[in-house]
């Protein structure tokens, strides 16, 4: 009989892990809890509208920046939360 009194403490390890592990999952995941998007949720597609028009053509690497770009003044590109 003592000998069987052990058995069970190795088979508590495995087990202890396997069900840490899949409660862990379970709390991460939420798969039971989660939006499905594409079976829940109906989208309406509509035609494109609109125009295309040519505005400027810049031919060849010669310009190495863009026109009227922002990328140094980062204050006026920062729009505050006036709330």
Known sequence: MSDDSGLWL?????????ALYWALYRYYR????SH???RE?????KP???SDRLVD??????ETRIRGDNV???????????S
């Open 36 to 38: 499905a998007f594409e």
């Open 72 to 82: 140094r003044a980062y204050r006026n590109r920062v729009m505050r939360d006036s």
């Open 10 to 18: 190795l088979a508590a390890g495995p087990a202890g892990a396997t």
């Open 48 to 50: 494109v509208t609109g």
């Open 41 to 45: 949720t109906e989208v309406a597609a």
């Open 30 to 33: 939420n798969t039971d809890k």
């Open 57 to 62: 053509t810049v031919t060849g690497t010669q």
